[in-house]
Structure formats: C-alpha cells, structure tokens
C-alpha cells in the first residue's frame, strides 16, 4: 500500500509541474465562463483542475490515481447535497457500475483481455454521481462520440500503441454534460417525444 501511495505522490507531483495541466486548466475554467457563468463557482473551478490532473497522467501513464478519485467522489457528494439530487446521483452510480463493471469483468475476466482498467471502472460509477440516472443516456452518447473522434485520430497519426486512455474521454464527457445540461435535456427530450409521435402516428397513416 506504502508502494502504491509513493507512486502515486510522484506522478501528482509530476503532473503539477506539468505546463499542460494548466493549460487545461484554463480551458476549463474559460469553459465555465463561456458557456454557462452559474457555474463559476469555487467546486467548478476545482473540478476543472482534478480533471486536467486525471487527463495529463493518464494520457501519459495510463492511470487513474485514487487520489483523485476520491477527491471526485467527495466533490460530486458536495454537488448531489447542493441540488438534493441524490436518489438520481447513486442511481446513475448503480448505473455505471453494473454496465461497465460488467464490460470489466467479462473481457478481463473470463475472456482474458483488456477492454476497460478498474480505475476507469471507478471513474464511470463518479461520473455516475455526477450526471445522475436520466443525464446517464446522453452522457454515453457524448462519451461514444468523443471515443470515436479519439479512434480516427489516432489512425492518422497511426499511433502504434492499443491502448486508449479512457479518463480523459470520460472526464471530458462529464464536464460537457455539467456545462449543457438544461441544452442537452432539451434535445433528449424533443427526440423522445418525436419518437413517441412516430410511434403513435405509424398505426394511423396505415388506417384506411
């Protein structure tokens, strides 16, 4: 344990001295601002720089340290308390945790392969916690789309290394359901209200 907990103050270490941490940082703070200014808040602003932590150290070690996701964990416990939301929040936990620990458990355990790390694991039953239950569905679309964008990517630049780092995806895919939430519920919604009038209005046109 005394192992682990040294390599982890050695890689935090690290990426505090990265430039690129606070980069990103700025980023997400101007995010903040930009795009919706209720949210510029102290917890965001905090957010945004555990976020940039978990991008510069796992896209370069492959890691997502546990520091940090405890950290996580009691910053979305401090938002779930401020919105009393919290029903919706351990829902969207429970959520994350039975669809990807089970993507884990059957490609590392019984197929022997690695799909998923654990800490990434982790980091989805957060994200869980901080997007809620209903928010889970288009966190996933936002997620799979941004997993896409990193695929193409990587073949151009015809990166010979397997490995995607996950936590940036997922953390990025956090903060862009945060910033548009009430846009992104206003999609969702209207495209399953469309679908619903689709599905009522078939058996109609089909009447004589």
């Keep these: 344990m005394a192992f682990i907990e040294k390599i982890e103050y050695k890689l935090l270490k690290e990426s505090l001295k990265n430039k690129y941490t606070y980069i990103l ?12 200014i209720t949210l510029a808040n102290p917890i965001f602003i905090f957010l945004g720089f555990i976020f940039s932590l978990i991008i510069v150290i796992d896209i370069k070690h492959f890691l997502i340290l546990d520091t940090l996701q405890i950290i996580l964990f009691v910053i979305a416990n401090i938002l779930l308390n401020q919105t009393g939301l919290w029903q919706l929040g351990y829902m969207g936990a429970a959520i994350g945790l039975i669809l990807f620990g089970s993507i884990y ?3 590392e355990k019984l197929l022997d392969k690695q799909a998923l790390g654990f800490g990434d694991v982790k980091l989805f039953v957060t994200s869980g916690l901080f997007v809620g239950a209903f928010a889970f569905s288009y966190f996933l679309w936002i997620l799979t789309a941004l997993s896409f964008v990193v695929i193409i990517a990587r073949l151009f630049i015809k990166d010979k290394n397997k490995l995607i780092p996950y936590g940036p995806i997922i953390v990025i ?3 862009i359901c945060l910033i548009f939430e ?8 209207n495209f399953i209200n469309n679908l619903s009038l689709i599905h009522i209005s078939e058996p109609t046109r089909r009447t004589p």
């Design 182 to 189: 009430k846009q992104l519920f206003t999609i969702f919604y």
């Design 25 to 36: 940082w700025l980023g997400f703070i101007a995010s903040l601002f930009a795009f919706n």
């Design 105 to 107: 458990f059957v490609y």
């Design 173 to 175: 895919s956090i903060w």
